[in-house]
């Protein structure tokens, strides 16, 4: 350790005020420093993995990669909706991307070596997503992890590099915050434990 660990009520604060930022809530036209997307992507690459697998996979759009983005997910929606294409959904496929400074695809890229559960793969996926959660917030970025889109669509995930048994897992959503989210609210963590002790 190269420094003084953080306080524990600090942390503690940190990880219970973390909210979901939604894109209604972001500052319209505030960028985010790219400096700082990598060290939320650094943080993220922090995170526990089971032998060593480092199994997330991100790809950042910015900029005009947010309009490749939007393009590519509107055509494919419609491409694979068919019968159920619903204009509204298109429209947001169109304009959410749009409405932010940055949008991280999530994926999870499946170890051909390592031989562990693929709910293994994903777990620590998701523990680099928590990383990334955290960051942002002690930073006052706001963002969430989305699995709309095209997360479930046929099609989609080569887009973001990823093949075979790869998954995508969804997108971090990133702006500056103009309207925070209200307190977050959670059952008692007794009700959700067992305590053995005898
Ligand atoms: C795996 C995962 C997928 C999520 N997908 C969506 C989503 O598609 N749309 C959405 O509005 N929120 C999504 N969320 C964010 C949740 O809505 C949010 O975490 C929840 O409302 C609790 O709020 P909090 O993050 O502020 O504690 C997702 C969260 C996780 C962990």
Redesign the pocket.
Same mark, same amino acid.
Do not use: V
């Given at each position: 350790m190269d420094q003084q660990p953080i306080a524990p009520e600090q942390f503690n604060h940190l990880v219970k005020s973390?909210?979901?930022v939604?894109l209604k809530q972001f500052m319209k036209g505030e960028q985010v420093p790219d400096k700082i997307i990598w060290q939320l992507l650094e943080n993220a690459n922090w995170a526990p993995t089971h032998k060593h697998t480092a199994p997330w996979r991100f790809c950042v759009f910015t900029g005009e990669g947010l309009k490749k983005l939007a393009s590519f997910q509107a055509a494919l929606y419609k491409k694979n909706a068919g019968q159920h294409f619903k204009p509204d959904k298109y429209e947001k496929m169109q304009n959410n991307p749009l409405q932010c400074s940055h949008v991280i695809s999530i994926g999870m890229k499946r170890s051909s070596e390592a031989n562990i559960p693929e709910m293994e793969e994903i777990a620590a996926v998701?523990c680099a997503v928590e990383n990334i959660y955290l960051t942002a917030a002690v930073y006052g970025i706001g963002g969430?992890?989305?699995? $709309?889109g095209i997360t479930y669509e046929t099609g989609a995930k080569e887009f973001f590099g990823l093949s075979g048994e790869d998954k995508l897992? $969804?997108f971090f959503y990133l702006g500056y915050i103009g309207t925070p989210?209200i307190a977050?609210k959670r059952e008692p963590i007794a009700n959700k434990t067992t305590w053995v002790d005898g």
């Open positions: 973390r909210r979901s939604f998701a969430y992890w989305t699995t $709309g897992l $969804g989210s977050g």
